[in-house]
């Protein structure tokens, strides 16, 4: 078996529905690519999409974790993974035929210790129909109309398609929104580059596959963290760590289904993770991240500034140290009356 595709999945029946259409229409043969969707404790109509999928397609695997984590539920998946490689795609994500192809012509020609980096673009799949959106669309063909791209919940998402895509694989390929962040694009594509001295960042477990020989061997996910946030940059964070190289497929993107999402519960359990990825690794490269977290600066403003703590600028190191300690501190009581450790002093790593 080439690939092993883990979907870690939870009450996103309809989104998992087109994620899977897309999978099993893969241009691959039968017997290169199996596909694992692990539910992760789900109260919707999820299980049955599974059990259709499976009963349409053998290469279509199910485990079920009952216990909300994600990093339990890809871990339980990578347990049952039979592929060479390992490749992680949210259960909201719709793949072009040609993407398993890809990571496999990236991974054959590099070493068995190489970590695939894939991009993401932005579509709707699922909007409700209602007279706001009918008098919208009337002008689609000469542009996108600013109410459906302007809402506080998809204010950096292009709308190309407000009906059901389930059959239109082809048309995403062709008509899709953009890149999730454009500051991500611009790091994949200097990852591409080969220029990046800190490609883990863009270790997103939306699309991104690993030898699972190489992912065993670092633990796989911690799964200490709960929640959302942070479980699957850290992974990439200790594959770079163990000398792991990191290529990019800026130009083979997933599609994500917009979606909405309680941001004040993704947020508090964001920090809470951070705080504790900052413990397992405190150093410059943690102490920085949340600035890129918060969009106070981009991926590549990043590098940038790392690139001069590697080259021995000790002032702005110990700048960046203060500055988290201060947010770590502030934070907490700003948003939820909490309080939180800050990590130890700083061990940058040995790996630059």
Request: aromatic letters at 8%; glycine letters at 6%; a negative charge.
């Amino acid at each position: 078996m080439d690939i092993s595709v883990v979907i870690p999945t939870r009450d996103k029946a309809r989104h998992l529905e087109r994620t899977l259409e897309s999978l099993t229409l893969q241009e691959l043969p039968d017997g290169t690519y199996e596909i694992i969707v692990v539910d992760n404790g789900s109260t919707d109509e999820t299980p049955d999409v599974i059990d259709r999928y499976r009963r349409l397609d053998p290469r279509v695997r199910s485990v079920t974790v009952t216990q909300p984590n994600r990093a339990l539920a890809r871990n339980s998946g990578i347990a049952e993974a039979t592929g060479e490689i390992v490749l992680f795609i949210d259960d909201d994500c719709i793949c072009p035929r040609t993407l398993l192809h890809q990571h496999l012509i990236q991974h054959r020609k590099s070493t068995d210790n190489t970590v695939v980096l894939g991009a993401r673009r932005e579509v709707f799949s699922l909007l409700p129909v209602d007279d706001t959106l009918t008098e919208a669309i009337k002008n689609a063909s000469a542009g996108l109309d600013p109410r459906l791209t302007s809402t506080p919940t998809y204010r950096n998402v292009s709308l190309w398609d407000i009906w059901d895509i389930r059959h239109r694989i082809d048309t995403i390929e062709a008509a899709s929104g953009m890149h999730d962040k454009a500051a991500r694009a611009e790091h994949l594509d200097l990852i591409a580059e080969g220029g990046s001295v800190a490609p883990w960042l863009s270790f997103l477990t939306c699309h991104v596959s690993v030898p699972i020989e190489l992912c065993r061997s670092v633990g796989s996910f911690d799964d200490q963290f709960l929640g959302w946030g942070e479980e699957d940059t850290e992974l990439g964070y200790r594959l770079w760590l163990t000398g792991a190289s990191f290529v990019a497929l800026p130009g083979t993107p997933v599609y994500h289904q917009v979606h909405s999402r309680p941001d004040s519960d993704d947020n508090q359990s964001w920090f809470v993770n951070y705080v504790r990825a900052t413990e397992k690794h405190p150093s410059t490269d943690w102490y920085l991240r949340w600035r890129v977290s918060l969009r106070y600066i981009s991926h590549i403003e990043y590098e940038d500034i790392l690139r001069e703590v590697i080259a021995g600028d000790v002032r702005r190191k110990a700048h960046i140290k203060r500055q988290y300690d201060t947010f770590v501190r502030f934070w907490p009581s700003m948003k939820y009356g909490g309080t939180l450790g800050t990590a130890g002093e700083s061990a940058t790593p040995t790996r630059r």
